[in-house]
């Protein structure tokens, strides 16, 4: 399997969460912006996609303060 370069799959990935952001904004709906929680640290990729542990817990993280910062869990 062949990746894109990372700095290359940041890109695209900047490109697509920014077209999500748009449609979610305009369908008002929730955006969770993992990518500015990644800021592409290498750190947290095991290779040009796929996130190390502690991009998982990056993530995991990320998720959690949005779901308490919108009150969406009692």
Same mark, same amino acid.
């Given at each position: 399997t062949v990746y894109p370069l990372h700095e290359e799959f940041l890109l695209h990935h900047?490109?697509?969460?920014? +077209?999500?952001k748009e449609v979610a904004d305009e369908?008002?709906?929730?955006?969770?912006d993992n990518a500015a929680a990644f800021g592409g640290e290498r750190? $947290?990729?095991s290779d040009f996609v796929h996130y190390t542990r502690a991009g998982i817990e +990056? $993530?995991?993280g990320n998720y959690a303060a949005f779901i308490v910062r919108h009150n969406l869990i009692q």
């Open positions: 900047r490109a697509y969460n920014a +077209t999500i369908k008002g709906v929730f955006f969770v750190p $947290l990729f +990056t $993530l995991a």
